[in-house]
């Protein structure tokens, strides 16, 4: 005898949903898309504040690079001054009681002044007598031919060089040995 069993999975089922309960019930992604609007809000809201925080910081970065050049260039300023004050010593001095030697040793001492000023602010003065010619801190205007110099030495200095921590501010101009 064979039983037959109904199931009642197989059976269609058919619900009927009205449209005023679909309003009152959120559905599933409705709390999540709510939540995520929320967390998006949230992110802007940060992210406007970080962007406002590194504005303000820039801002006062600039404020504080302003500063320290204006301090710094104070700075050097006020060692100048002396080397202004010398000058003006210099020129005061009447015709009648200056002799070439102490114009001369009073301009020597303010240029010593103005040298150490500079120095004390990073200033390195290039003046290559003797040495080999380096073109990244050198201009050759011309080439001497010299059996008494190795070739390509730097004969004459025309004019001093400088650097100022390391970035050349200005090469020294030279007159290089050549072939005798």
């Given at each position: 005898m064979s039983e037959k069993t109904e199931?009642?999975?197989?059976?269609?089922?058919?619900?009927?949903?009205?449209?005023?309960?679909?309003?009152?019930?959120?559905?599933?992604?409705?709390?999540?898309?709510?939540?995520?609007?929320?967390?998006?809000?949230?992110?802007?809201?940060?992210?406007?504040?970080?962007?406002?925080?590194?504005?303000?910081?820039?801002?006062r970065l600039m404020r504080d690079l302003d500063r320290s050049r204006k301090l710094a260039l104070e700075r050097v300023m006020k060692d100048l001054l002396q080397v202004w004050d010398s000058l003006e010593r210099g020129l005061g001095v009447s015709g009648e009681s200056a002799t070439v030697e102490s114009l001369q040793e009073g301009q020597q001492l303010t240029l010593k002044m103005f040298q150490k000023v500079l120095q004390d602010h990073g200033l390195e003065i290039i003046d290559p007598t003797g040495q080999p010619f380096d073109p990244e801190y050198h201009e050759a205007v011309t080439v001497l031919p010299s059996a008494e110099v190795e070739e390509n030495t730097v004969i004459e200095v025309l004019q001093k060089g400088f650097r100022l921590h390391d970035r050349l501010i200005r090469p020294a101009m030279v007159i290089v040995s050549g072939k005798a």
């Open positions: 199931n009642p999975f197989e059976e269609p089922v058919e619900i009927e949903i009205d449209s005023a309960d679909q309003a009152d019930d959120p559905e599933p992604g409705d709390s999540a898309l709510e939540k995520a609007e929320e967390e998006l809000a949230r992110h802007r809201e940060a992210m406007l504040r970080m962007q406002a925080e590194m504005d303000n910081l820039r801002k």
